[in-house]
């Protein structure tokens, strides 16, 4: 059974910076795409990116290109996502994901609060 264990987020004020973790246990870390998502309260969830498993593939949803940064340590099992110039709009619960071979978010962590003051 995997695990997915989110962490880094807090409180910051408008254009400041946090980075958020993810780590996994439980599978071969290493084989699987990997992705953050987010949502806010009376809001659908919403995709912001996805690395492939070797970290050469990335997408981010256009609302945070050039501000956010994911990435991944196979050797940590771990992912993370670099958030810049954060905007009061970035303010959400984010979860990080892992995409099971055939397509498709199959596993999710608990979700770690970020919420950014004007």
């Known amino acids: 059974q995997v695990q997915l264990v989110e962490s880094g987020g807090g409180l910051v004020q408008a254009g400041g910076s946090l980075r958020l973790s993810c780590a996994a246990s439980g599978r071969t870390f290493s084989s699987y795409a990997m992705g953050w998502f987010r949502q806010s309260p009376g809001k659908e969830r919403e995709f912001v990116a996805r690395?492939?498993?070797?970290?050469?593939?990335?997408t981010y949803v256009d609302s945070v290109k050039g501000r956010f940064t994911i990435s991944r340590s196979n050797a940590k099992n771990t992912m993370y996502l670099q958030m810049n110039s954060l905007k009061p709009e970035d303010t959400a619960v984010y979860y990080c994901a892992l995409e099971e071979p055939g397509g498709g978010w199959g596993h999710w962590g608990q979700g770690t609060q970020v919420t950014v003051s004007s």
């Open positions: 690395i492939s498993w070797s970290g050469t593939i990335i």
